[in-house]
């Protein structure tokens, strides 16, 4: 009976651990740094936020809204999966995204969750109700000082589910329309990266892996959607020839109920002239 005891309380401990660090927001900084950046924006941030899925972190996202606040962002960029399709609750997710607008621009891009919820115009509508600029294979213009650079953003490839995934990344990227200027690519899922470097864009944000969603201390994350098994872009910066893309961790899960060794994140980039 007491070994039972025993192992009860520590079941009960770990799980309260795992538990506990689910609800943990973790800050990741990185720089960037490019000869092309317009100087107006070097020292500028941006703060990224991705795959919340629902998740809800202090009351009222009370302690995410914290730590986006703390970091001082110059613009916030949601790189889809705000909502979970399988426990869809857009209003949840709006309690976040009131607060950010209040913060700073808003830019967002859909996940594979908002368009499998079959609620993308519900919730890009609500959205731009907002404020937030939506990028639907579009792409706008970041002034500051007299200088731009480009912010663009492409669906998700479900969006068009009779067509290869890649052929549907490629003409997303088509319709944004993307000059030569320096641009920074909202696009969710990071196994795609080597087709956004063919646009030459200087930086990508994605997300979509979850970190792996369990991360094996040494080797890295256990299994990704769009992936598999010991995904290779989980977390951090790639670059593909003159290419980079900051992928995140993210916040929250989907498939699996919860993630281990795994802090959700929300990344904060500082842009640099080189």
Same mark, same amino acid.
Do not use: C
């Given at each position: 009976?007491?070994? @039972?005891?025993?192992?009860? @309380?520590?079941?009960?401990?770990?799980?309260?651990?795992?538990?506990?660090?689910?609800?943990?927001?973790?800050?990741?900084?990185?720089?960037?740094?490019?000869?092309?950046?317009?100087?107006?924006?070097?020292?500028?941030?941006? /703060?990224?936020?991705?795959?919340?899925?629902?998740?809800?972190?202090?009351?009222?996202? $009370?302690?995410?809204?914290?730590?986006?606040?703390?970091?001082?962002?110059?613009?916030?960029?949601?790189?889809?999966?705000?909502?979970?399709?399988? #426990?869809?609750?857009? +209003?949840?997710?709006?309690?976040?995204?009131?607060?950010?607008?209040? =913060?700073?621009?808003?830019?967002? &891009? %859909?996940?594979?969750?908002?368009?499998?919820?079959?609620? /993308?115009?519900?919730?890009? !509508?609500?959205?731009?109700?907002?404020? &937030?600029?939506?990028?639907?294979?579009? $792409?706008?213009? *970041?002034?500051?000082?007299?200088?731009?650079?480009?912010?663009?953003?492409?669906?998700?490839?479900?969006?068009?589910?009779?067509?290869?995934?890649? +052929? !549907?990344?490629?003409?997303?990227?088509? #319709?944004?329309? =993307?000059?030569?200027?320096?641009?920074?690519?909202?696009?969710?899922?990071?196994?795609?990266?080597?087709?956004?470097? +063919?646009?030459?864009?200087?930086?990508?944000?994605?997300?979509?892996?979850?970190?792996?969603?369990?991360?094996?201390?040494?080797?890295?994350?256990?299994?990704?959607?769009?992936?598999? *098994?010991?995904?290779?872009?989980?977390?951090?910066?790639?670059?593909?020839?003159?290419?980079?893309?900051?992928? $995140?961790?993210?916040?929250?899960?989907?498939?699996?109920?919860?993630?281990?060794?795994? @802090?959700?994140?929300?990344? &904060? /980039? %500082?842009?640099?002239? +080189?």
């Amino acid at each position: 009976m007491k070994k @039972l005891a025993v192992f009860i @309380l520590l079941v009960l401990l770990v799980w309260s651990g795992i538990w506990y660090s689910n609800k943990s927001v973790q800050t990741t900084e990185y720089t960037v740094a490019s000869e092309e950046l317009p100087e107006a924006f070097n020292g500028s941030k941006i /703060v990224q936020v991705s795959d919340l899925h629902n998740a809800t972190f202090g009351r009222n996202q $009370s302690s995410l809204i914290e730590k986006v606040e703390a970091a001082d962002p110059d613009a916030i960029f949601l790189t889809g999966d705000l909502v979970d399709s399988n #426990r869809y609750d857009l +209003e949840a997710s709006l309690v976040l995204v009131d607060a950010l607008v209040e =913060m700073s621009n808003v830019y967002f &891009v %859909t996940g594979n969750h908002e368009v499998a919820s079959n609620q /993308v115009e519900e919730i890009t !509508a609500a959205l731009q109700q907002r404020g &937030v600029n939506v990028l639907a294979d579009d $792409s706008v213009e *970041w002034e500051r000082d007299g200088e731009s650079i480009q912010i663009a953003g492409i669906d998700d490839p479900l969006m068009e589910p009779d067509i290869h995934e890649e +052929e !549907a990344t490629r003409q997303s990227l088509d #319709r944004a329309q =993307m000059t030569d200027d320096f641009t920074l690519l909202l696009a969710h899922r990071p196994e795609h990266f080597p087709i956004y470097a +063919e646009d030459r864009v200087d930086v990508v944000f994605s997300g979509h892996a979850h970190g792996g969603q369990i991360r094996i201390p040494g080797l890295g994350g256990l299994i990704s959607p769009g992936q598999g *098994w010991f995904p290779k872009v989980t977390e951090g910066i790639f670059e593909v020839d003159q290419s980079q893309m900051i992928v $995140s961790r993210g916040l929250g899960n989907s498939t699996f109920p919860v993630r281990i060794f795994n @802090l959700p994140e929300i990344v &904060v /980039v %500082t842009l640099e002239k +080189e």
